[in-house]
């Protein structure tokens, strides 16, 4: 319901003004059943208490919650560098919780961060958005950053996957290669599946065939994919992978499999973490500014506890980076896993 006020959510709880009131104020002498009720009317309503009598009801905290689903990486490294910059330069902390790979933990998360924080930057691309919103701290400000596709006003930060995706493909087949194998992420996980999309897109306009590996982001599972690849041969030339990670995992399988990167095989990823460059030979990849990501959810989020309605979606183009794991081969004929030497 637009709009929906204090009055609307106790008709729709059957309760009074008072007791939504002390709810949403999170008075401790409230049984855990109108607690309940009211939380999940408020919800169902969309109601968003008013910022200027919230601040008159409520102290601050000072701290600012962050849900995501890990929080070791380099990704989320970097992604939360960034938002403990921007929340430092606030004045303010942040309380961090780790919901894995678990919807119930996801829940389990949020829950805990009720009366605690002043607002939520929660990213959980593998949780279905009914679920997530349906567990969100009733009247806390929340920003979402790339969570399920989904139909509630929100403000949010997405990465736009598809198009990154298409544009890596589109790369490789412009330094001549013709037998892209794409390393997707987990199945469900909103990133990973708008990724393979793009990935399809572009391979089904160039006429190519299409070959899809799954994992799981992490670099085993890029290296273990990549052995699965040496072991059956065949003349794929090039691997695009869906996060760094995984394309770093699946350089050093090719590398003792004496398959040369990128002379027989390209190798490109996704995300630019800092490692990317680092690495020899530098990984080609596609550029989001993990950090910047992180800043501009931490800035969002204190314009909503400062006030503002902003429920719009910003989405974030990647920028593509190229280096010397996808340099054209000097040797049209030279190229594919099945030409692999051990003496390489």
């Known amino acids: 319901?637009?709009?929906?006020?204090?009055?609307?959510?106790?008709?729709?709880?059957?309760?009074?003004?008072?007791?939504?009131?002390?709810?949403?104020?999170?008075?401790?002498?409230?049984?855990?059943?109108?607690?309940?009720?009211?939380?999940?009317?408020?919800?169902?309503?969309?109601?968003?208490?008013?910022?200027?009598?919230?601040?008159?009801?409520?102290?601050?905290?000072?701290?600012?919650?962050?849900?995501?689903?890990e929080l070791h990486g380099e990704f989320f490294s970097e992604l939360l560098r960034g938002m403990d910059r921007e929340a430092s330069e606030r004045g303010l902390q942040l309380l961090l919780s780790n919901m894995h790979a678990d919807p119930v933990r996801g829940v389990e998360a949020l829950h805990t961060m009720r009366g605690r924080v002043d607002g939520l930057v929660v990213m959980a691309p593998h949780i279905d958005p009914d679920h997530l919103f349906g567990h969100l701290p009733v009247g806390v400000p929340a920003v979402m950053v790339n969570c399920a596709p989904h139909h509630q006003p929100r403000p949010e930060l997405r990465i736009d996957n598809e198009a990154g995706a298409r544009m890596m493909v589109d790369h490789l087949i412009a330094t001549g290669r013709r037998h892209i194998v794409h390393l997707a992420g987990p199945a469900g996980n909103i990133d990973a599946e708008e990724r393979l999309a793009g990935y399809l897109t572009a391979i089904a306009a160039a006429g190519l065939p299409s070959t899809v590996e799954r994992g799981t982001f992490l670099e085993d599972s890029g290296a273990s994919a990549a052995e699965r690849l040496a072991e059956r041969g065949g003349d794929i030339d090039a691997v695009f992978a869906a996060n760094d990670m995984m394309a770093i995992g699946a350089m050093m399988a090719f590398?003792?499999?004496?398959?040369?990167?990128?002379?027989?095989?390209?190798?490109?990823?996704f995300d630019d973490i800092p490692l990317a460059r680092l690495i020899s030979p530098s990984l080609t990849t596609l550029r989001i500014d993990i950090a910047q990501l992180g800043e501009r959810a931490v800035a969002r989020l204190i314009e909503q506890i400062d006030g503002a309605d902003d429920r719009s979606i910003e989405l974030r183009a990647p920028t593509l980076v190229v280096r010397d794991t996808t340099s054209p081969r000097e040797d049209p004929e030279n190229r594919g896993i099945r030409g692999k030497t051990h003496e390489e």
Request: avoid cysteine; charged fraction near 25%.
């Open 1 to 69: 319901m637009a709009n929906a006020t204090i009055r609307d959510v106790a008709r729709a709880a059957d309760v009074s003004v008072a007791s939504v009131s002390r709810v949403l104020n999170r008075h401790e002498n409230v049984r855990p059943a109108l607690r309940e009720k009211v939380e999940a009317a408020a919800a169902r309503l969309g109601y968003v208490p008013h910022a200027g009598a919230r601040s008159l009801s409520l102290a601050r905290s000072n701290a600012i919650g962050v849900v995501l689903p």
């Open 255 to 269: 590398r003792r499999a004496g398959i040369a990167v990128p002379d027989r095989i390209a190798v490109a990823g």
